[in-house]
């Protein structure tokens, strides 16, 4: 193989995701282009004054698996991580866009997880069937 085609080869962005998921080049079929985006906190504070932070809580760890979720399950969305979205006593924090805002309380339990890829779900089915919802329902009491 000559240099170019080396180099043409490590740039390709779909290569390290292939590697990153496991799979082998060639049975990696994209996903549909993405209907909606899931934004979440990944704020991370110095912590000099004590407060808490998304990031600190493990906002970015949660936005891998969700993105790992939403690839293997060929979920329509895509991940954003974001800014502080200004709730960082309830965070992590993550916004379904033109849908549920989600706070989990510093719980990252199974549960919660599980709750936050059914409600990307439902959302993913609703854009699907042209559907546009009046106010969200909210996940958390």
Same mark, same amino acid.
């Given at each position: ?21 496991g799979m082998i080049e060639?049975?990696?079929?994209? %996903?549909?282009?993405?209907?909606? %985006?899931?934004?979440?906190? $990944? ?12 990031a600190g809580r493990g ?8 993105? #790992? ?43 919660? $997880? ?5 409600? $990307?779900r439902r959302e993913a ?5 042209? #559907? ?10």
């Open positions: 193989m000559g240099l170019f085609a080396r180099a043409r080869r490590a740039l390709r962005p779909e290569a390290a995701l292939l590697k990153s998921h060639g049975e990696w079929i994209p %996903t549909e282009k993405p209907l909606f %985006t899931v934004r979440i906190c $990944i704020n991370k504070r110095l912590n000099t004054d004590r407060l808490p932070s998304c906002s970015r760890g949660l936005a891998d698996l969700l993105e #790992q979720r939403i690839l293997a399950e060929r979920i329509p969305a895509s991940i954003t991580r974001g800014p502080c979205m200004n709730n960082c006593a309830i965070g992590p924090n993550l916004k379904i866009q033109a849908a549920e805002f989600i706070s989990l309380k510093d719980d990252l339990s199974q549960a919660n $997880i599980e709750m936050i890829v059914e409600a $990307i089915e609703r854009r699907k069937a042209g #559907q546009v919802a009046d106010t969200p329902e909210p996940l958390l009491p």
